[in-house]
């Protein structure tokens, strides 16, 4: 992981939520946190990737887990995983009484289906 290029440790994240399930209504499975610009977007597992996208059409290649308890990285350019990394600015996950998956409100009947479950 190269933290000068991909890594902006001052720029807190977008949101609690994913920026465009937020928008067009959708809703996560997990959320991950873009460690240059902040922009929080949807794991993999979720419907639409948005997390994915971002680091695809910004060439931002390093997420954070925007979950609780949770302080590992990933670098999209080399496929790694890092258990811990540099300390981003605060909050480090989404809200505790977030719903996970969420928003709950959005949650499809058949979300479990959806993810393949």
């Not at 680091?55 to 302080?71: K, L, M, N, Q, Y």
Request: hydrophobic share 25%; aromatic share 8%; net charge negative.
């Amino acid at each position: 992981m190269n933290p000068e290029k991909a890594i902006d440790p001052t720029v807190p994240p977008s949101g609690t939520g994913c920026a465009e399930c937020d928008a067009t209504g959708g809703w996560w499975l997990h959320l991950r946190r873009c460690a240059r610009c902040g922009h929080i977007g949807c794991c993999d597992d979720s419907p639409s990737k948005h997390a994915t996208a971002h680091a695809h059409d910004t060439g931002h290649p390093v997420i954070r887990s925007f979950e609780p308890g949770e302080a590992w990285f990933w670098d999209y350019t080399t496929s790694e995983f890092y258990e811990s990394g540099p300390a981003l600015a605060p909050p480090e996950h989404h809200p505790v009484d977030q719903s996970t998956p969420g928003p709950a409100d959005r949650l499809p009947d058949d979300w479990r289906q959806q993810l393949g479950g």
